[in-house]
């Protein structure tokens, strides 16, 4: 094996359950030392993957291999990974340490060799002091700490991890979340993390999967996903606020890309790449949209408008914004920031995005610069 081969190959896998419900033809590569995250919507056969990874299910069909080993058909115990669950699995008879060298003891590992581990794991997690204690007398957060140092003093080379964080409050998944994060980059092991959370997806991975009905939607680095999502799906999930999709027939011609039916098209942008103007003199380039609310947020002002044959659409402006609901405003756009999709198939519209880029004209450029454009504070 080179450095540069895959770490773990999936090649065509499927495994589909009674029902029709699973995942198909799943083929992916996953890079030795990187943090994977799949991420998707309930069922989309995110935990699914995980177990064909981990073991814990059998593929139908296809290939897995860890390591350039063939292990589609080895049981996980054999498979060299450790496992992180959202419930800690902690037995709560048993202290910090205990819970923690579990394993190494079933295993008949050198009791030096487990003093060793054990004050490394300790040390990494930041549970030195609590060895001793109960889980029943550690916090969320201090919980899955164990669980993480259970699966650090197992010494494997992949972690696969479901959910590791929901059981936790905001701020301590926030946390939790730069520790892993934190603790994968120093230990150089590969983890493949399951989450629904694309917030959390965007902020610790170097490559997400995202998925939908049991296939893979699209797979990249984070800003890849953002900039350039493979289908509307991907525009809408990722991204807080989501990036408005609205059909094109409900655009004026003048925003459209030249040369397609606006039937065919869906058009999207990202709630950062609206501008609002609420003077009508500059609305010769734009579209008309009226307020519907809007949501301060200290550093920036969500502000939500309703537009006629659609389902909205949330500008994002910098600072504190005032205007009231009712107010009638145009919106526009860099038209470059404009994403364009197949109505039919979802897909990105390489040849509408681009066109419409070497569009651009300066009358935007002054729109948005515009007195007129909404004060901020
Ligand atoms: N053992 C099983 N028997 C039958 N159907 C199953 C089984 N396990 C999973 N499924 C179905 O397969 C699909 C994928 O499930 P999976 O648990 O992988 O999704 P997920 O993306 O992890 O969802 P969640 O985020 O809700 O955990 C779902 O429709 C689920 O109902």
């Known amino acids: 094996m080179t450095a540069q081969s895959p770490f773990i190959e999936i090649h065509s896998v499927s495994r589909v359950f009674n029902g029709g419900n699973g995942v198909h033809d799943l083929s992916i590569d996953i890079p030795r030392g990187s943090f994977v995250v799949l991420l998707g919507p309930s069922g989309c056969g ?31 115990s054999k498979r060299g990974l450790s496992m992180v669950f959202q419930s800690y699995a902690l037995f709560p ?29 300790l040390s990494v997690t930041g549970l030195e002091g609590c060895e001793d204690r109960k889980p029943s007398e550690l916090s969320g957060g201090q919980r899955q700490r164990v669980a993480l140092a259970r699966a650090i003093v197992a010494g494997h080379p992949l972690c696969l991890m479901d959910e590791p964080l929901s059981n936790l409050d905001a701020k301590l998944r926030h946390a939790v979340r730069k520790d892993i994060r934190d603790l994968q ?118 502000v939500y408008v309703a537009i006629a044959g659609t389902d909205g659409a949330t500008a ?38 681009t066109d419409i880029a070497a569009q651009e004209t300066s009358q935007t450029t002054e729109f948005q610069t515009s007195p007129s454009t909404v004060s901020t504070l």
């Open 46 to 76: 995110k935990s699914t993957t995980l177990r064909l990874i981990a073991g814990l299910e059998t593929a139908d069909q296809g290939l897995i291999r860890i390591d350039g080993k063939d292990v589609t058909n080895t049981p996980p």
């Open 93 to 121: 008879h048993l202290s910090v340490a205990e819970n923690i060298i579990f394993g190494l003891k079933v295993r008949k590992t050198d009791k030096e060799e487990i003093k060793t581990r054990l004050a490394e794991a």
């Open 185 to 302: 980059q120093r230990l150089g092991i590969t983890v493949v993390y399951v989450t629904h959370d694309q917030t959390e997806a965007m902020s610790m991975a170097d490559i997400v999967i995202l998925m939908k009905d049991g296939r893979i939607e699209q797979a990249g680095d984070p800003a890849e996903l953002y900039l350039q999502p493979a289908t509307a799906f991907a525009a809408g999930f990722v991204g807080s606020p989501p990036m408005a999709l609205l059909p094109a027939t409900a655009l004026p011609n003048d925003v459209l890309p030249s040369g397609f039916p606006p039937k065919d098209l869906t058009f999207g942008i990202r709630p950062e790449d609206l501008n609002l103007s609420t003077d009508p003199a500059s609305e010769a380039w734009g579209i008309s949209a009226t307020v519907t609310g809007s949501e301060f947020l200290g550093a920036e002002t969500f």
């Open 316 to 353: 994002r402006l910098p600072g504190r914004v005032h205007i009231s609901p009712g107010t009638e405003v145009s919106l526009s756009w860099v038209r470059a920031a404009a994403h364009w999709f197949d109505r039919e198939t979802g897909l990105r519209h390489a040849q509408a995005t």
